[in-house]
């Protein structure tokens, strides 16, 4: 099992609009349903107002590769040139 801690820095300003993005366009639905994902859940910093986490954890390294080919992970990643400043992603094997 391999746990993912994605955390985004927004760009300022920009958490809350990022987010109902991500929700408008089902792309937290799309991944909590891929073959392979156990949990794929976002959380907003209660000491950051753009921060968010976004915890994933996937069966196997093969799960994450098919989730990298997603349309909803492409989007993502368009998304996150408008929204976001850094990311930083911690990878845990369980």
Known sequence: MIVLNVTYKCHPGKRSEF?????NENIDVAGRAEA?????????S????????LL?????AEAIERHRET??????GELKADF??????ERYEV
């Open 84 to 89: 976001v400043a850094d990311t930083v992603i």
């Open 56 to 60: 994933e954890k996937w069966k196997d």
């Open 71 to 76: 349309a909803h992970f492409k989007r993502l």
């Open 36 to 44: 392979g994902n156990v949990k794929y859940d976002y959380y907003v």
């Open 19 to 23: 987010l109902s993005t991500i929700k």
């Open 46 to 53: 209660a000491e950051d107002a753009d921060e968010i986490l």
